[in-house]
Structure formats: structure tokens, C-alpha cells
């Protein structure tokens, strides 16, 4: 009589592969989507090489960042900028409020940048590209970040106008303390911490701080306001510019601040969080983006006060 063995069931019997869902589908397609924009973004501009091109048309919110990117392939000086005919064309959400706001500082941008709605399709341009793959297109690294710097100005008789009202007197650093709010991450410091700076003899503290924080000049003592008409036109940032060129120096948070004073190429030193927003690197004090920045860490989460206690070292009236 022969014996009948019978197997034990396998997880694969017993366990029987799911159909593939329609989560699965769409991250499937989201895959060969972006590897297609890798490829073509990657290897398009060795085919055919953005050499003088009279517009490239991107989507950005962060508008320093075009200027900066097309320096990388547009002349160094102003008369060879405009006569080449390189320019930008920035396409904009909620154009109505943003492009007014940024139309009176990108005015004398090196390249030139004009800005329309999202909704807007030039005449001509060159080039449509997302403003994230504008690197990867210009075959930027971290070796060959560096441009010339300024490539913002500010408009003199508005330079002119602060300069009387701040005046010569002291080391004069502007301070900002608080970003804007919605982000993903909170981007405020507290306005004390900046006290040990103000009791530094010879130094005064004047806040170009504008919106959201500026509440908290009422409770703080040693730091300058420049008014209700501080930025209160139509355009944003040109008082900020202005005043900048009036300053030794410039400390702030990961703000447009920031970036406003490294495109200006004026003093800039700047605090980070532990993990920082990735354009600030790792490991460094310095940024390849702007090279008048100087970055100061957290050494641990949360440590503002060690950040500030560094500053105060390294400042000298």
C-alpha cells in the first residue's frame, strides 16, 4: 500500500498576490514620468546647448534663484547682459499680487527678467523648464555655483533717502528674526536673542523685519524701527535693498532676506537650524550661492542661544 506524503501549504498558497490597485498604477506612471524628465533634461542641452537664447520661460517662487541660475551662462557685466539679449521670462502664480511686488526689484536685474501670469504664453522664447531643473540643465555643481555678485541693485535716490534718515552713526546691522508663515516648517527666532548683540558697544540694531514679528518690537528694547512706510509701497523689498546699502551688515534667519542681501552682495550672516533647508548645505559656514554669506549652525536642536553666542565672538565694530 503506498502512503500518500502531503506538503505542507507554502505562504505562497496560502498567501496569493494582490492585484495591483490603482495606487499602484499611478506610482508606476509617476516613475516613468519623472525618469523621462531626467533624461530629457539631462541630455536635451547637450544636443542642443542653450547658447545665446533671447528667453527662457520658468515657474518659480523663489525669483533669486532664475537670476542666479542665468548668470551662469549670461556675460558678467550689464552693457554685455543687455546686448546679448538674455533674458529671463518668469511665469508666476497669483500674478496680479506677485508680479507687482517683484516687478520694481528684478527692474535692474542682471540678466533681465520680466515677469507674466501663469496663465500668460510669450510671444517667443527659447526654452520652457520647471525653475528646479534649471541646474541639472545648466550642468551646475557645487564647484561651479559661484557668479558675480551683485546682480541686484538698489535704486540710488532711494539709497540716498535712507542713508539721511538711518545716518553714519555705529556699526549698523539690520536684523530679521521671522519668515513668512504657511511654510512646512516654522521659521521664527526669537527677537531676545539677538539682545546680547544690541549690548555690544558701538553696534545698533535696526529691523527690516515686515509682517508677521514685527509685533514684537513693542516688547524689545535696542533695536530701531524704520517706520510704517518701511516697504508700505507697491513693490516689494526695494526699501529693504536700499537700506542694506546703508548697513555694515545684515543678520538673519533662512528668509528671502537672505537670499535679497547675497543677490546685493552685501554682508549677510545668517542662521540655521540643525537640519536646514537643503540650498544651505551641510558641514560648511560658507553658501557657493552667495559668497559675502556667512552661515552660523545649531550645534543641537533648538540651540539658538548657541548660534547668537558665536555671532557675538565674531562681531567687530
Known amino acids: 500500500m503506498t502512503e500518500t506524503v502531503t506538503q505542507p501549504p507554502t505562504i505562497a498558497d496560502s498567501q496569493p498576490h494582490p492585484a495591483l490597485g490603482v495606487t499602484d498604477l499611478l506610482l ?3 516613475a ?4 523621462i524628465n531626467f533624461v530629457v533634461v539631462k541630455y536635451a542641452t547637450r544636443i542642443f546647448p542653450p547658447v545665446a537664447f533671447t528667453g527662457l ?11 542666479f541660475a542665468l548668470m551662469r551662462r549670461a556675460p558678467a557685466d550689464e552693457t554685455g547682459a543687455r546686448a546679448s539679449g538674455k533674458s529671463a521670462l518668469a511665469s508666476l502664480p497669483r500674478s496680479d499680487v506677485i508680479r507687482l511686488l517683484m516687478l520694481g526689484l528684478l527692474g535692474n536685474a542682471i540678466p533681465r527678467v520680466e ?16 525653475l528646479m531643473s534649471v541646474p541639472l540643465a545648466l550642468g551646475l555643481t557645487v564647484a561651479s555655483v559661484p557668479a558675480p555678485v551683485p546682480y541686484l541693485k538698489a535704486e540710488p535716490e532711494r539709497v540716498a533717502r535712507w542713508q539721511s534718515r538711518i545716518g553714519e552713526n555705529g556699526f549698523k546691522i ?3 528674526w521671522q519668515g513668512a508663515r504657511g511654510g512646512v516648517t516654522s521659521r521664527a527666532i526669537p527677537l531676545r536673542c539677538f539682545e546680547g548683540l544690541s549690548k555690544i558697544s558701538g553696534v545698533r540694531l535696526i529691523s527690516l523685519q515686515k509682517g508677521f514679528g514685527a509685533e514684537q518690537l513693542s516688547d524689545t528694547c535696542g533695536v530701531e524701527s524704520l517706520g510704517d512706510e518701511f516697504d508700505a509701497g507697491p513693490n516689494a523689498f526695494l526699501d529693504s535693498s536700499a537700506v542694506m546699502q546703508n548697513l555694515d551688515l545684515v543678520i538673519t534667519l533662512d528668509s528671502a532676506l537672505a537670499h535679497l542681501a547675497g543677490a546685493l552682495g552685501r554682508p549677510v550672516w545668517v542662521a540655521l537650524k540643525r537640519v536646514p533647508d537643503w540650498r544651505w548645505l551641510l558641514g560648511r559656514d560658507d553658501s557657493p550661492w552667495y559668497p559675502s554669506m556667512k552661515l552660523f549652525r545649531q550645534k543641537t ?3 539658538w542661544a548657541g548660534v547668537f553666542a558665536e555671532m557675538q565672538s565674531q562681531v567687530r565694530p
Request: hydrophobic fraction near 60%; glycine fraction near 12%; charge should be negative.
Open 32 to 35: 516613468v514620468i519623472w525618469g
Open 174 to 176: 539690520g536684523i530679521s
Open 301 to 303: 536642536e533648538g540651540d
Open 57 to 67: 520661460r520658468v515657474g518659480t517662487a523663489a525669483l533669486f534663484l532664475i537670476v
Open 28 to 30: 508606476f506612471i509617476m
Open 115 to 130: 515677469l507674466v501670469g501663469a496663465a500668460t504664453v510669450p510671444a517667443a522664447f527659447d526654452y520652457h523648464i520647471p
